[in-house]
């Protein structure tokens, strides 16, 4: 019988819903509380909405991404260092918000987290962001960077 009266997948459509593993950083696996619940909700509310398409291949090319991510976060939660909120506001640290302003007159907010709940349109940076490397361990009225690059921190909460 024919693939087209079947609606078992062809070899060809599987394997376009076989999606390679997310590279895997070489830093610290650094999160914070908040960022891996979410990390963790975000992945089990994409696949249950695959799992409720009734057509079986859309299904398949649904379920890809939430299944390859839920592959990177189990591997991610093993390596998990959670890092609780700074304890003082005196200096930059992982978890801090800093409020920053640049040589250009913009004044930006970011909070500082893990690479994998970094979401800079949110207002989140990764500690390994050059800005974020540059701001931790800094206080207000610090000045980094050089030249036309100058950021002064404003704020620490």
Wanted: charged content about 25%.
């Amino acid at each position: 019988m024919s693939v087209a009266f079947t609606k078992e997948e062809s070899a060809e459509t599987a394997s376009e819903t076989l999606l390679p593993d997310r590279p895997i950083s070489p830093h610290p696996n650094l999160v914070t509380e908040a960022g891996l619940q979410a990390q963790l909700r975000e992945a089990r509310e994409a696949y249950e909405a695959a799992q409720a398409i009734e057509d079986v291949n859309e299904k398949r090319r649904q379920s890809a991404v939430p299944l390859r991510d839920a592959r990177y976060l189990t591997e991610r939660l093993r390596t998990a260092q959670v890092i609780p909120d700074p304890a003082s506001t005196d200096v930059v640290a992982f978890g801090s918000t800093v409020t920053f302003s640049r040589t250009d007159g913009r004044v930006q907010t970011y909070r500082i987290v893990g690479e994998d709940e970094a979401d800079p349109k949110a207002g989140s940076i990764s500690f390994v962001a050059p800005v974020a490397k540059s701001l931790i361990g800094k206080a207000v009225g610090d000045v980094v960077g050089s030249g036309a690059q100058e950021i002064e921190i404003l704020s620490i909460a």
